[in-house]
């Protein structure tokens, strides 16, 4: 990698960055009308650079140098070796590094043919997605303030909080949030929070989250919304009154794991054991796995009153594990 790769894809972002934005207030379009239909302000979407790619295939890539826009992913080649631009009537959420510096895109399609839904840039030498958080850059002097990160899924449920004053809040740009983000955030604030879609999808990945942290030995909380509901939307209806109720759903994530498995157990019950012996295994292995010795034994044995016969903590990693020894290093 040669820093002047570096150096062009930088400068292939911004100037897409650049090109979006000027499309967006260039006329009435439809991912201005998708703002307005979603309650965004004007003044949310300068200050967040929200841009329009507009319904061509050549707006990139037949006015700028070609080899300096496919390196950085914002044009790209088809099969008979002919360029294009890779995002068409979409909305346009710029990605920056932590240095406030422009390194990709995530794109949101404006109409129902459109897919897929959401389309990121490519990985490249200066995005990197299991590092890059969207919107970290502006939010790091209120993430330090506060002492504490929400980390949440979309771009709109960032600029949803942003609108109604609350800053320290960040996405995990369409992908995964893992053990590699939460790094990044600690050297922040000690304190994260998750908060994802309020529906099965999102409930999942709060479980995967939770555990590759809790692998890495990192500790979160989960907040919980309402079921359909996802962040944006439930702001929009409460604005800060939903929030702060909101506020009132903390849980330590192996507290939530403990929660979940119970609501999770009870519906399988009484007739489906298979499912009950599924969810009681996925749950002690996450509980095993918490990074804190003392505060592992509080949960098992949390987790022992859900099951019959109420075992404390020794027995119910001899249930699950065949004792006390296969306890994790």
């Given at each position: 990698m040669q820093y002047d790769d570096v150096a062009a894809q930088r400068l292939a972002n911004y100037v897409a960055s650049i090109e979006f934005a000027s499309n967006l207030w260039a006329?009435?379009?439809?991912?201005?009308?998708?703002?307005?239909?979603?309650?965004?302000?004007?003044?949310?979407?300068?200050a967040f650079g929200l841009g329009y790619a507009i319904d061509g295939w050549r707006s990139l890539s037949d006015h700028y140098l070609k080899k300096l826009m496919e390196p950085a992913g914002v044009v790209t080649k088809g099969k008979q070796g002919n360029t294009y631009d890779r995002f068409r009537s979409r909305l346009m959420f710029p990605i920056h590094d932590e240095d406030g510096r422009v390194v990709g895109f995530g794109a949101r399609g404006l109409t129902a043919a459109t897919k897929p839904k959401?389309?990121?840039?490519?990985?490249?030498?200066?995005?990197?997605k299991s590092s890059i958080l969207y919107n970290l850059h502006r939010a790091a002097p209120a993430i330090r303030e506060a002492g504490r990160v929400y980390v949440v899924e979309g771009y709109m449920d960032v600029i949803r909080l942003w609108q109604i004053g609350v800053e320290n809040v960040v996405g995990a740009c369409g992908t995964a949030f893992t053990k590699n983000h939460a790094r990044v955030l600690l050297t922040y604030a000690p304190q994260i929070d998750i908060l994802f879609d309020g529906d099965a999808a999102g409930a999942e990945a709060v479980l995967r989250s939770g555990a590759d942290l809790a692998l890495a030995g990192i500790k979160c909380n989960?907040?919980?919304?309402?079921?359909?509901?996802?962040?944006?939307?439930?702001?929009a209806e409460g604005a800060l009154?939903?929030?702060r109720e909101l506020q009132q759903t903390r849980l330590p994530f192996m507290r939530h794991v403990l929660k979940?498995?119970?609501?999770?157990?009870?519906?399988?019950?009484?007739?489906?054991?298979?499912?009950?012996?599924?969810?009681?295994?996925?749950?002690?292995?996450?509980?095993?796995?918490?990074?804190?010795?003392?505060?592992?034994?509080?949960?098992?044995t949390e987790f022992g009153k859900m099951l019959p016969g109420f075992p404390d903590h020794l027995e119910v990693r001899q249930r699950f594990a065949g004792g006390p020894s296969a306890r994790r290093s």
């Open positions: 006329s009435d379009n439809e991912a201005l009308r998708y703002l307005k239909s979603r309650g965004v302000t004007a003044t949310m979407a300068t959401y389309l990121n840039s490519p990985s490249s030498d200066i995005y990197d989960v907040l919980t919304l309402p079921d359909g509901d996802d962040p944006d939307s439930y702001i009154p939903a929030w979940a498995a119970a609501a999770l157990a009870a519906a399988a019950a009484p007739c489906n054991v298979a499912d009950m012996a599924r969810i009681y295994r996925e749950t002690y292995a996450l509980l095993e796995s918490h990074p804190d010795d003392v505060e592992r034994v509080v949960y098992l």
